[in-house]
C-alpha cells in the first residue's frame, strides 16, 4: 500500500500564487513518476504535470510557463508551484504517483485538494 498526503491548496486571487506538496509514504521501492490531475465542477479530470525520475517535466499547455513541477526524492515529495494563477485554475488537485514495489508496479491517488481562484 501506498499512502499520499497532499496540502497547500486554497483560495487564492487571480495573479496570485500557491504551492502544493504531496508526500508518498508505505512500501515500495521507488517511485518511478510524481504527477498533478486536477478537476474541475461538471468536468473530467485532466492531466496537468508530470515529474519522470531523471529530470524529465512535462506540462499541459495551458499551465507551461506558469505552474513548475519538482520532486524531492529523498522526502518522496512531489510540489507544484503554481504562478499567475486564473480563474479556470480552480478545480480539486490530485496527486499520482507509478512506483515499484516487491509484485511489480502500481500506482497511487492522493485524496484531493482544492484550489479556487477567485477576486
Known amino acids: 500500500q501506498v499512502q499520499l498526503v497532499e496540502s497547500g491548496g486554497g483560495l487564492v486571487q487571480p495573479g496570485g500564487s500557491l504551492r502544493l506538496s504531496c508526500a508518498a509514504s508505505?512500501?515500495?521501492?521507488?517511485?518511478?513518476?510524481m504527477g498533478w490531475y486536477r478537476q474541475a465542477p461538471g468536468k473530467q479530470r485532466e492531466w496537468v504535470a508530470t515529474?519522470?525520475?531523471?529530470?524529465?517535466?512535462n506540462y499541459v499547455d495551458s499551465v507551461k510557463g506558469r505552474f513548475t513541477i519538482s520532486r524531492e526524492n529523498a522526502k518522496n515529495t512531489v510540489y507544484l508551484q503554481m504562478n499567475s494563477l486564473k480563474p479556470e485554475d480552480t478545480a480539486v488537485y490530485y496527486c499520482?504517483?507509478?512506483?515499484?514495489?516487491?509484485?511489480?508496479?502500481?500506482?497511487?491517488w492522493g485524496q484531493g485538494t482544492q484550489v479556487t481562484v477567485s477576486s
Open positions: 508505505g512500501s515500495f521501492f521507488s517511485i518511478y513518476r
Open positions: 499520482n504517483v507509478g512506483y515499484y514495489r516487491n509484485s511489480g508496479s502500481g500506482t497511487a
Open positions: 515529474a519522470i525520475s531523471g529530470g524529465t517535466t
